[in-house]
């Protein structure tokens, strides 16, 4: 239950600009209407402050403009003043007095370094000078933000104007313009990324998912709540907050998820890696490297052939605009891993393969690759693990070097822990500096100075990033001291990596291609 992400939408439908395409420029607002925003608005405040534990993100998500009422900015500062929550903002056009505003929120409690704003640029209504004033002043008061625009085809010019005089770190984003009715041309495509190097994923089909919508509720002021804007209702928020079972089961009634409130929401690892773990707010992480797995988190596990998806194709692509270099992290042989991931191989420098007995950097056009032998006993071990066991024994060497062995099986008969645990003990009284490990049909034999963490942090050396500033994303056990490196890396963990001893394993930097005589990657011998 603890944890959960908001969205909020009270009854406000009035703004204060009247920009042409928007309906709610021309509603008519009364004071009735603003009361009863107010009341609906302070009722979710008390609920949120009577169950403080419960919310770990609040994004409001008005019709109209709220941030030029003072309640809003009242409740976002009680709100942000809760221990359990890690941020809260609101969607805004930026036309509330900043100061007054921001002198209003901190002496009601509000924590500014909590507050997230979406500011969103209306060419009819400001200049663009102006608004660049705005959100100077908003970041000289120590706001967080991201600026959005609509990509209208016919504002190029002013959007790229925009982008110019905007600071360079701060995120511009675009929407896509559901009026268009007809497709953005490759060149108008490629001018929106330029201004916005994520553009792509706006493009991009996302079918709707809700193994990645868990803890997400978007809430009505009436209290009627869904999973997202786009879903279909369910329980009421006091009653989701009420621990009932069944009521926090998303609920959706949609074929894909047609908009950023729908799938910026998700928990999808593209989202965590691009924008935080908080990616509704739209404010880019920005890592130094990003480094992830493949199957299982690149492509599924399910299917005999598996591809990675157009909207997470369209996040790496953003990523590599953004000048942000990727990496894969995999227990795959490099063959293996270029097969499976030939459509966006062109996007990736290099990585960990053969769950860290192989590492690969492409630097401008050079090659730096290393290896972490095992030991040739190994081999004859191993062969009698395959005899008591069954599957097939595959051997990848660099010349005449063992760098990783597999035992597989067929893939309906995965590998028992006690088998696992049987076959760790009779190799490791007959050899020593191997660690073993399983992936479902298959046994796993490598240095034990290969891991993906290791692997992550010889390459982050190697391309002068700390492991703390890059990302990474993966879905198993082998994942995780990889995925604690660069979420909150320790000495402890960088020393037990070994990444200051250089002298084990094999550095081979360009010339040799990939370690095999042949200039690729060796072949696993099959026994």
């Known amino acids: 239950m603890k944890g959960l992400d908001l969205l909020y939408r009270g009854s406000l439908k009035s703004c204060n600009y009247q920009c042409s395409y928007c309906p709610f420029s021309k509603h008519r607002r009364s004071e009735r209407e603003l009361q009863k925003d107010q ?5 979710l405040v008390r609920t949120m402050e009577e169950r403080a534990d419960m919310v770990r993100t609040l994004m409001v998500v008005p019709y109209g403009e709220a941030l030029i009422h003072s309640w809003y900015w009242e409740g976002l500062a009680r709100i942000t003043a809760l221990p359990a929550l890690k941020a809260a903002g609101a969607q805004t056009n930026g036309s509330f007095p900043v100061k007054e505003s921001l002198r209003q929120f901190c002496q009601a409690g509000g924590e500014v370094n909590k507050l997230r704003l979406w500011v969103t640029f209306h060419p009819e209504m400001i200049q663009a000078e102006a608004f660049v004033d705005t959100c100077n002043l908003l970041l000289a008061e120590g706001v967080r933000f991201c600026v959005g625009a609509v990509a209208v085809p016919n504002n190029l010019k002013l959007l790229k104007k925009l982008r110019e ?3 360079e770190d701060l995120y511009l984003w675009m929407n896509r313009m559901d009026g268009l009715r007809r497709s953005y041309t490759p060149e108008e495509t490629e001018e929106f990324c330029s201004i916005d190097p994520y553009f792509g994923r706006e493009l991009a089909d996302v079918p709707a998912d809700l193994t990645q919508c868990a803890g997400r509720l978007f809430v009505e002021g009436d209290g009627r709540t869904k999973t997202c804007n786009i879903s279909r209702y369910g329980a009421d928020f006091r009653e989701r907050l009420s621990g009932e079972p069944g009521f926090l089961e998303p609920l959706c009634g949609c074929r894909r998820c047609s908009c950023y409130l729908a799938y910026g929401g998700r928990r999808d690892f593209i989202n965590q890696v691009i924008f935080g773990p908080w990616p509704v707010f739209r404010i880019p992480r920005r890592p130094k490297a990003v480094f992830l797995d493949i199957v299982g988190t690149l492509i599924s596990r399910e299917g005999k052939e598996p591809s990675v998806s157009g909207w997470v194709r369209a996040g790496l692509e953003g990523l590599r605009r953004d000048h942000v270099p990727l990496f894969f992290a995999t227990t795959l042989p490099y063959r293996e891993a270029k097969r499976r991931c030939r ?8 990585g960990v393969f053969a769950g860290g007995g192989h590492l690969v950097v492409e630097e401008a056009g050079k090659i730096w690759e290393r290896y972490e032998p095992v030991d040739e006993k190994a081999r004859s071990l191993a062969l009698k693990i395959r005899e008591w066991f069954g599957g097939r024994m595959l051997v990848y060497r660099t010349g005449e070097k063992i760098y990783k062995i597999t035992i597989v ?25 191997i660690r073993i490990f399983g992936e479902e049909n298959c046994l796993q034999i490598v240095s034990d100075q290969a891991t993906k963490e290791a692997g992550v942090c010889r390459i982050c050396r190697r391309i002068g990033v700390k492991p703390k500033e890059a990302a990474s994303a993966g879905d198993s056990k082998e994942d995780l001291g990889m ?38 990657p060796a072949d696993a011998g099959s026994v």
Do not use: C
């Open 483 to 520: 995925l604690a490196l660069t979420k909150e890396p320790s000495k402890r963990m960088i020393k037990e990596t070994g990444v200051q001893n250089e002298e084990r394993g094999m550095d081979h930097t360009g010339g040799q291609g990939r370690g095999g005589r042949d200039g690729l």
């Open 39 to 43: 009341n609906q608005w302070m009722h």
């Open 165 to 167: 005089k905007l600071p």
């Open 409 to 433: 099986r067929n893939r309906t008969t995965k590998w028992e822990q006690a088998e696992m645990e049987a076959a760790e003990k009779f190799m490791m009284e007959g050899v020593s500096g």
């Open 343 to 350: 459509p966006v191989w062109h996007l990736f420098s290099g």
